[in-house]
């Protein structure tokens, strides 16, 4: 998910570093903390490149850092007077795969996955002074994250009102037709009618990637375009809604034709002035397993389920399924349950499950190269699925479908 314009202060470079002793987390938020043993990196999440930490499997980060005036002077006083209805968040991605972050001395939550995108409201922290402190304890599992893949760390300002995560399935799709689910999570500040506009449009568009124009305007309301007037309550508001496209272009595995790519955007505003905007790729295609075998959009595929790579481990970086659909490579994404976490109770595994699923669902599922999942319980590294029993191998196969029902599960134990 890629946010639209807007004003935001990349913390990049200036981060302290160094190895995570015993406990030391207790005190990495700590301003007083000595700082003369650490050594400066880049942006968190490759520590294993820096002079020293190559072996580690946990380290601990520290930055200190100061607003540019121009967003500062949005924030308002201490007393929590705030100038208009700016929010503020610390928005993460890529740090780690396993870690925790903390503002100014506040924990502010987990880092759990390291290519979701993670959003924590700081609007009161930042109105308490100029100076700041973001720390972050960071650990790997199994895998780490290659050297290309990019790291992010920024303060951003939003409205009232913010898209915290977005899932679009094409359930429907046809020369003639095609019909997309958006489901959206919007976290508001308050009760507020909000204006919800939302356009797929293809990628090579005049008018695609409209989000990230800062004034965001839309001329008229088209084909592949909607728009709806939600009430939003204060907290979190999920949302779900249609979008019909008449004629749209199809996209095709590689060698049965073109690869035609389109642009999701979605703008929630407030009073008239948008307030968030995000940004996704897709293409308009279906698939589904008959008799054994891989059709898309309904046209049975000459190599079958073997024309399939299985991406194996984890949720791949956004830029991977990107060049797999102007490729027209076909993929089938494992999903991976930490079967250390699960003792056998029927709640437990159901939990897991639905939230691997979902997590699963919301990083990919808009991309059509993606045309099957496969999720597979993991302990210690190591691959569980036909260990599974019957009831638990149902129970993970149902929590990916009704996360994502457009693409054929398939049973773990298949290659």
């Given at each position: ?9 990349a ?27 650490w ?146 999570t ?34 008229s ?11 939003l ?10 979008v ?31 307030s ?9 295609r ?45 993929l ?24 691997a ?19 597979v ?39």
């Open positions: 998910m890629t946010a639209g314009s807007g004003d935001a202060q913390l990049a470079g200036g981060w302290l570093v160094r190895a995570a002793g015993h406990g030391e987390w207790r005190t990495v938020a700590d301003r007083e903390l000595d700082e003369s043993g050594q400066t990196t880049s942006t968190p999440g490759r520590w294993w490149l820096d002079a020293g930490l190559a072996d580690e499997s946990a380290v601990l980060y520290r930055r200190r850092f100061e607003l540019p005036a121009e967003l500062a002077a949005g924030l308002g006083s201490p007393d929590g007077n705030a100038v208009g209805d700016a929010r503020w968040w610390f928005v993460a991605s890529g740090l780690c795969e396993l870690g925790h972050l903390w503002l100014d001395g506040t924990y502010l939550g987990d880092l759990r996955g390291r290519h979701a995108e993670h959003a924590f409201e700081v609007s009161h922290l930042l109105r308490a002074g100029p100076e700041h402190l973001a720390a972050v304890e960071a650990s790997h599992g199994a895998v780490r994250v290659p050297q290309s893949e990019d790291a992010q760390a920024q303060i951003e300002r939003t409205g009232p009102a913010r898209i915290q995560r977005v899932r679009a399935l094409v359930i429907e799709a046809s020369p003639d037709r095609a019909v997309l689910r958006i489901a959206a919007v976290d508001s500040a308050g009760t507020h009618r909000s204006e919800i506009t939302t356009t797929v449009l293809p990628a090579d568009h005049p008018d695609a990637g409209w989000s990230r124009d800062a004034t965001r305007q839309v001329a309301l088209d084909d592949g375009m909607t728009l709806s007037e939600p009430v309550a204060r907290g979190r508001n999920e949302l779900e809604w249609l019909a496209l008449e004629r749209p272009s199809l996209w095709w595995p590689a060698g049965l034709g073109d690869q035609a790519l389109y642009c999701i955007d979605i703008d929630v505003a407030i009073d008239g002035r948008s968030h905007a995000v940004r996704l790729p897709t293409g308009i279906t698939v589904s397993v008959r008799r054994g075998g891989l059709a898309v959009n309904g046209e049975p595929h000459r190599d079958g389920l073997d024309a399939l790579r299985v991406i194996e481990h984890e949720l791949s970086h956004p830029g991977f399924y990107e060049s797999a659909n102007t490729d027209g490579r076909l089938c994404q494992q999903v991976m349950l930490d079967a250390s976490v699960f003792t056998g109770a029927e709640r437990g595994l159901r939990a897991l499950a639905a939230q699923a979902a997590a699963a669902a919301d990083h990919a599922a808009h991309h059509p190269s993606v045309a099957a999942w496969q999720p319980p993991v302990a210690d590294g190591h691959r569980r699925g036909s260990g599974l029993s019957p009831w638990a191998r149902r129970t993970v196969r149902q929590a990916m479908h009704r996360a994502d029902p457009t693409r054929p599960v398939l049973p773990p134990d298949r290659r």
